[in-house]
């Protein structure tokens, strides 16, 4: 259960970038996470109630976009969608593949309120 | 994680952002600011630090992982018993609690420092940054860093290493490849331990193991071996020289090397600096 540990870093850079816009409140987190991320979606929702209590984020939707596994064949090209442990071609089934989406845990953006006057 | 901003920006996520793709959209007359940056910046940050720091000092920094039990310490023990003097070792053990590993290895006559990690399932590149000031790198060439055993964690938080290492122990099946494909997907070499057993096994076969390694696309050589008997310790101790030699050519140069998958994916954006995304607070 690293999710937790994960959350905490997440609200370090919440509050970095809501300093910096000088945001009342944050009001929507989004998030981009992939299965070979390591990162369990439900999880991180759970440790987010935690890690946000008492800071400019509580209360905000945390949102999670879960990304697909894909690969792209270095042999014959194809792109497909795979399971996280079988990560080969689609098409041809050779392993020799590059994925190109499935292992992100980004923060993507934030909504937030600006204070009045800032 | 790319060294210039942190970011995170795939072929697989890119449209979102480009446009009018769904996140470039202020939703709800609030302000949306566009982030994009990997959620374990500030760990990534600390771990490019402490590669920096063992490049510095000439020295491999090897990050070994597996489940708890897999015979990590007793394969460092033999390890440094074979080597003699040919390299020079030092280790961070990472543990909940105890000083036993890191005392075992003392007792082979090398520098150890015991992280205990409480109730961390996995060590941080801070905790290893924490480390580094209680072992002295000069006169070392090769530093283990036994991660917790756990093969869930520690595969998301880069330390600062230039390669992973995966055990896998006969005992456990030979399908947890499969089973735990982000451990196994990061590793750039890996050990089936304990081959010893085999002969009173019947459920284990090291080329299944490899075979599911393989179906995570992974190309990372397979050695199977016993600490305890000496089997197969020779190509394993080839491998660390070669390592060692492959280091001591990119200190010359200059050059560092980071494991081969990375647990944010930074290898496929390599031309992620093309787009214009605007985000400046990168201490």
């Not at chain 2, 901003?5 to 302000?31: F, K, P, V």
């Not at chain 2, 897999?70 to 000083?99: F, W």
């Not at chain 2, 860093?145 to 995966?166: K, M, W, Y």
């Amino acid at each position: 259960m690293h999710e937790l540990a994960v959350c905490q870093s997440l609200m370090n850079q919440v509050e970095q970038i809501a300093r910096r816009e000088n945001a009342e409140c944050v009001t929507r987190i989004l998030l981009s996470v992939g299965p070979l991320s390591g990162v369990e979606a439900q999880l991180l929702i759970d440790a987010f109630s935690i890690a946000s209590a008492g800071t400019v984020a509580e209360g905000a939707v945390l949102v999670i976009e879960e990304q697909a596994v894909r690969v792209k064949c270095l042999s014959c090209g194809a792109e497909s969608d795979v399971r996280p442990n079988r990560l080969l071609c689609g098409s041809c089934g050779d392993f020799r593949t590059r994925l190109i989406s499935g292992d992100e845990m980004m923060l993507m953006s934030l909504e937030l309120e600006r204070r009045e006057n800032a | 994680m790319c060294d210039t901003c942190g970011c995170n920006i795939t072929e697989g996520n890119r449209h979102l952002i480009e446009g009018d793709g769904r996140l470039a959209q202020t939703e709800s007359g609030r302000e949306a600011i566009t982030v994009l940056q990997g959620l374990l910046s500030a760990n990534d940050r600390e771990a490019a630090h402490n590669r920096e720091h063992f490049d510095r000092h000439g020295v491999l920094a090897l990050n070994l992982m597996s489940s708890p039990g897999s015979g990590k310490t007793r394969l460092l023990e033999e390890t440094i018993a074979a080597l003699g003097t040919e390299l020079r070792i030092a280790v961070i053990e990472g543990d909940l609690e105890t000083e036993n590993d890191a005392q075992r290895i003392r007792d082979k006559g090398v520098q150890a420092i015991q992280i205990t990690t409480g109730t961390a399932c996995h060590l941080d590149a801070h905790m290893v940054h924490k480390a580094l000031h209680q072992i002295d790198l000069d006169g070392v060439d090769i530093l283990f860093i036994e991660n917790v055993g756990n093969l869930v964690c520690p595969a998301s938080f880069d330390l600062g290493q230039h390669r992973n290492i995966t055990l896998l122990s006969v005992t456990e099946g030979d399908d947890k490849p499969a089973k735990y494909p982000v451990m196994f997907r990061a590793a750039d070499l890996m050990l089936v331990s304990k081959s010893d057993l085999l002969a009173v096994l019947d459920d284990f076969a090291p080329e299944k193991a490899e075979r599911h390694l393989r179906e995570l696309a992974s190309a990372a050589p397979v050695y199977t071996l016993s600490a305890k008997s000496g089997e197969g310790m020779p190509a394993w101790l080839e491998w660390l020289h070669a390592e060692h030699a492959a280091m001591t050519e990119r200190v010359a140069l200059g050059q560092t090397v980071r494991p081969a998958v990375q647990p944010d994916g930074q290898l496929m954006h390599a031309h992620a600096h093309q787009h214009g995304h605007a985000h400046q607070d990168h201490d």
